[in-house]
C-alpha cells in the first residue's frame, strides 16, 4: 500500500496495485496459457493462439488475459474517457450516478497504471513470440502472424506515447517511454526520447504493413495499418504523412450521407457502412450499448456542446446523438472509419498551409451531415468562440475561425469515440472546471499526461516521472 501525492494538493490512498514491474508481468502470463502448461510454444498453431487471444480482445469476444481489448478503447473505456473532458454537463449529473467528474478521479486510482501495465504486457508477449516463433515462420501463414505482432507491439507502444507523454511542443527535451524489444527479465530499461518512441511505433507499424496481411483473422490488414499510421503521424505533427495515408483511405472509402450515414451510427455492434475496424465488435455483455447507455445517460452534454450543432435538425447528427433532454443516443464506437481520417487530412491541409483546400473539405464534409447546406466562405466562418476551452491548435497558435471550425467538425463527429480528451491534450491542455455536490474540481495542464506507475519507480529509479507527479511514499 501506498500513498500517492500529486502536486495542487490532490492526496489519494490506493491500494492494489500489480507489484510486478512492467517486463514482469506478461511472462508468467504467457507460461500459463492453456493448453501448453509452462513451455513456450513451438507451433504455428500454437504461436497462433497466442496471438488470436489478443486480437479476439479487440473483437470483444473476450476480456483477454493480456487487456489487449484497451489498444483501440473498447465500449467501457470510452464511456470512461468521455467524462474526462468537455462535452458533459457534471454539475447536472443525476445525485445516484457514480460517474467521474474529471480525470483526477481516475489518476488517483491504480486504473491510471493498470492501462500501463497491460500495454506492457502485450509488448512482452509480442516480443515473446518474436524471439521464439521459428517453426512455419517463413511461411505465408507465419509471416503474416509476426506481421500481427508488430503492429500490436506498435499500437501498445502509441497508447503509451498518447496517455503516458506530453503532447508534442510542451517540453524542451521530450521524454518518451522505455522501449524493449525483446525479452529480459533482468533489464530495467530508462525512458527513451519522445523521437525514439515515435521511430519505434512507425517502425512496427511499416514493418507490419510489409507482411500484407490478407488473412482478416490477423486484423491488421494493409488498409488498418495505414489508418494506424494516419493516426500517428497526426499525434506527432508529421501532417504531409498523415495526409498521404488518410487521403489514400477517404479515397477507397468514401463519405457517407443521409440514410446510410443514419445506418451506419445506429448499428449497436458489428462492422457498418464505411468502418474500418470496430473494436468490440461482439462486445461482452458489460461492454454491449445496453449495459453502457443507462449509466452514461445519467449526465447530459453541455449546453455549449450542444449549441455546435447550430443548424439542429438540419445537422443528421443532431438527433442521432442525443435527444431534447440533452442525453446520449449515440453508439459507442471505437475503431477506424472514413470521417476521422477525412478530419485527419483535412486538418493537415490546414497545418500544412494550404488553407483554400482545408476549406474546400471542410464544406464538403459539412454537406455530408447537413442539409440543406450553405457553404462557408472565409469571410462567413463563425468567429473565434472566446468560451471555448480550446483556445490554441496543436503548435500553440492561436486559433483562428477556420481552425475552430475545423475542431468543432471533429469534436460533433467523434463524440464518444474516445477522442475529446486526447484532442484537449493535443491543443493546448486547456485547464478547465467541474462542479459536484457543491465542490469545484480543476483538470489541470500536467493531468492530461498519467502517471508512470510508482511501483514501476520503486524498482527502478532511474526512470523519471512526469511533470506534476511528486511524491510517492511506501509503506
Same mark, same amino acid.
Given at each position: 500500500?501506498?500513498?500517492?501525492?500529486?502536486?495542487?494538493?490532490?492526496?489519494?490512498?490506493?491500494?492494489?496495485?500489480?507489484?510486478?514491474?512492467?517486463?514482469?508481468?506478461?511472462?508468467?502470463?504467457?507460461?500459463?496459457?492453456?493448453?501448453?502448461?509452462?513451455?513456450?510454444?513451438?507451433?504455428?498453431?500454437?504461436?497462433?493462439?497466442?496471438?488470436?487471444?489478443?486480437?479476439?480482445?479487440?473483437?470483444?469476444?473476450?476480456?483477454?488475459?493480456?487487456?489487449?481489448?484497451?489498444?483501440?478503447?473498447?465500449?467501457?473505456?470510452?464511456?470512461?474517457?468521455?467524462?474526462?473532458?468537455?462535452?458533459?454537463?457534471?454539475?447536472?449529473?443525476?445525485?445516484?450516478?457514480?460517474?467521474?467528474?474529471?480525470?483526477?478521479?481516475?489518476?488517483?486510482t491504480n486504473e491510471a497504471s493498470v492501462y500501463y501495465e497491460r500495454f506492457y504486457r502485450v509488448i512482452s508477449r509480442c516480443n515473446i513470440i518474436l524471439d521464439n516463433y521459428e517453426t512455419g515462420r517463413d511461411t505465408e501463414n507465419g509471416q503474416q502472424l509476426i506481421g500481427?505482432?508488430?503492429?500490436?507491439?506498435?499500437?501498445?507502444?502509441?497508447?503509451?506515447?498518447?496517455?503516458?507523454?506530453?503532447?508534442?511542443?510542451?517540453? =524542451?527535451? %521530450? &521524454?518518451?517511454?522505455?522501449? $524493449?524489444?525483446? +525479452?529480459?527479465?533482468?533489464? /530495467?530499461?530508462? !525512458?527513451?526520447?519522445?523521437?525514439?518512441?515515435?521511430?519505434?511505433?512507425?517502425?512496427?507499424?511499416?514493418?507490419?504493413?510489409?507482411?500484407?496481411?490478407?488473412?482478416?483473422?490477423?486484423?491488421?490488414?494493409?488498409?488498418?495499418?495505414?489508418?494506424?499510421?494516419?493516426?500517428?503521424?497526426?499525434?506527432?505533427?508529421?501532417?504531409?504523412?498523415?495526409?498521404?495515408?488518410?487521403?489514400?483511405?477517404?479515397?477507397?472509402?468514401?463519405?457517407?450521407?443521409?440514410?446510410?450515414?443514419?445506418?451506419?451510427?445506429?448499428?449497436?455492434?458489428?462492422?457498418?457502412?464505411?468502418?474500418?475496424?470496430?473494436?468490440?465488435?461482439?462486445?461482452?455483455?458489460?461492454?454491449?450499448?445496453?449495459?453502457?447507455?443507462?449509466?452514461?445517460? =445519467?449526465? %447530459? &452534454?453541455?449546453?455549449?456542446? $450542444?449549441?455546435? +450543432?447550430?443548424?439542429?435538425? /438540419?445537422?443528421? !447528427?443532431?438527433?442521432?446523438?442525443?435527444?431534447?433532454?440533452?442525453?446520449?443516443?449515440?453508439?459507442?464506437?471505437?475503431?477506424?472509419?472514413?470521417?476521422?481520417?477525412?478530419?485527419?487530412?483535412?486538418?493537415?491541409?490546414?497545418?500544412?498551409?494550404?488553407?483554400?483546400?482545408?476549406?474546400?473539405?471542410?464544406?464538403?464534409?459539412?454537406?455530408?451531415?447537413?442539409?440543406?447546406?450553405?457553404?462557408?466562405?472565409?469571410?462567413?466562418?463563425?468567429?473565434?468562440?472566446?468560451?471555448?476551452?480550446?483556445?490554441?491548435?496543436?503548435?500553440?497558435?492561436?486559433?483562428?475561425?477556420?481552425?475552430?471550425?475545423?475542431?468543432?467538425?471533429?469534436?460533433?463527429?467523434?463524440?464518444?469515440?474516445?477522442?475529446?480528451?486526447?484532442?484537449?491534450?493535443?491543443?493546448?491542455?486547456?485547464?478547465?472546471?467541474?462542479?459536484?455536490?457543491?465542490? /469545484?474540481?480543476?483538470?489541470?495542464?500536467?493531468?492530461?499526461?498519467?502517471?508512470?506507475?510508482?511501483?514501476?519507480?520503486?524498482?527502478?529509479?532511474?526512470?523519471?516521472?512526469?511533470?506534476?507527479?511528486?511524491?510517492?511514499?511506501?509503506?
Amino acid at each position: 500500500m501506498f500513498v500517492f501525492n500529486h502536486k495542487k494538493g490532490l492526496s489519494v490512498l490506493v491500494s492494489g496495485l500489480l507489484t510486478l514491474c512492467m517486463l514482469c508481468t506478461s511472462c508468467g502470463d504467457f507460461l500459463d496459457i492453456k493448453p501448453y502448461g509452462r513451455t513456450v510454444p513451438k507451433t504455428t498453431e500454437e504461436y497462433q493462439a497466442l496471438v488470436t487471444e489478443m486480437l479476439t480482445a479487440i473483437d470483444g469476444t473476450n476480456t483477454g488475459e493480456t487487456g489487449a481489448g484497451a489498444l483501440f478503447f473498447n465500449n467501457e473505456m470510452v464511456r470512461s474517457f468521455e467524462t474526462y473532458g468537455d462535452n458533459m454537463e457534471t454539475s447536472l449529473t443525476s445525485p445516484s450516478s457514480n460517474m467521474a467528474y474529471y480525470v483526477g478521479n481516475l489518476l488517483g486510482t491504480n486504473e491510471a497504471s493498470v492501462y500501463y501495465e497491460r500495454f506492457y504486457r502485450v509488448i512482452s508477449r509480442c516480443n515473446i513470440i518474436l524471439d521464439n516463433y521459428e517453426t512455419g515462420r517463413d511461411t505465408e501463414n507465419g509471416q503474416q502472424l509476426i506481421g500481427a505482432c508488430y503492429a500490436l507491439r506498435g499500437l501498445a507502444y502509441y497508447q503509451l506515447l498518447r496517455m503516458y507523454c506530453e503532447p508534442v511542443g510542451a517540453a =524542451a527535451k %521530450p &521524454l518518451g517511454v522505455p522501449i $524493449v524489444t525483446g +525479452f529480459d527479465m533482468e533489464a /530495467k530499461p530508462n !525512458r527513451s526520447s519522445y523521437e525514439e518512441t515515435f521511430k519505434q511505433v512507425e517502425s512496427d507499424f511499416k514493418t507490419a504493413m510489409s507482411k500484407n496481411i490478407k488473412n482478416d483473422v490477423y486484423l491488421f490488414t494493409p488498409e488498418i495499418v495505414k489508418g494506424l499510421l494516419a493516426r500517428l503521424y497526426f499525434w506527432t505533427g508529421h501532417f504531409a504523412e498523415a495526409k498521404q495515408y488518410a487521403d489514400q483511405l477517404v479515397a477507397a472509402h468514401p463519405l457517407l450521407s443521409g440514410e446510410d450515414y443514419k445506418k451506419m451510427e445506429e448499428a449497436v455492434d458489428g462492422l457498418a457502412g464505411n468502418m474500418l475496424l470496430r473494436c468490440d465488435r461482439s462486445p461482452v455483455s458489460d461492454h454491449a450499448f445496453s449495459h453502457l447507455n443507462p449509466y452514461f445517460m =445519467a449526465r %447530459p &452534454l453541455c449546453a455549449r456542446f $450542444v449549441k455546435l +450543432f447550430a443548424e439542429k435538425d /438540419k445537422d443528421i !447528427r443532431y438527433t442521432l446523438y442525443f435527444n431534447k433532454r440533452r442525453l446520449n443516443n449515440k453508439r459507442f464506437f471505437s475503431g477506424l472509419r472514413t470521417a476521422e481520417f477525412y478530419l485527419i487530412s483535412m486538418e493537415s491541409a490546414y497545418h500544412l498551409g494550404n488553407r483554400t483546400e482545408a476549406l474546400r473539405m471542410l464544406n464538403e464534409f459539412r454537406a455530408h451531415r447537413i442539409s440543406p447546406y450553405t457553404a462557408y466562405t472565409m469571410g462567413t466562418l463563425p468567429p473565434v468562440d472566446a468560451d471555448e476551452n480550446i483556445k490554441v491548435d496543436c503548435t500553440g497558435t492561436a486559433l483562428t475561425t477556420l481552425m475552430q471550425a475545423i475542431l468543432n467538425e471533429r469534436r460533433k463527429e467523434l463524440y464518444l469515440e474516445g477522442d475529446r480528451f486526447f484532442e484537449l491534450k493535443r491543443n493546448g491542455r486547456p485547464e478547465f472546471w467541474a462542479t459536484s455536490n457543491g465542490l /469545484k474540481y480543476t483538470t489541470e495542464k500536467f493531468m492530461y499526461t498519467f502517471p508512470l506507475p510508482p511501483a514501476d519507480l520503486q524498482v527502478n529509479p532511474g526512470l523519471v516521472q512526469n511533470p506534476g507527479y511528486t511524491e510517492v511514499l511506501y509503506n
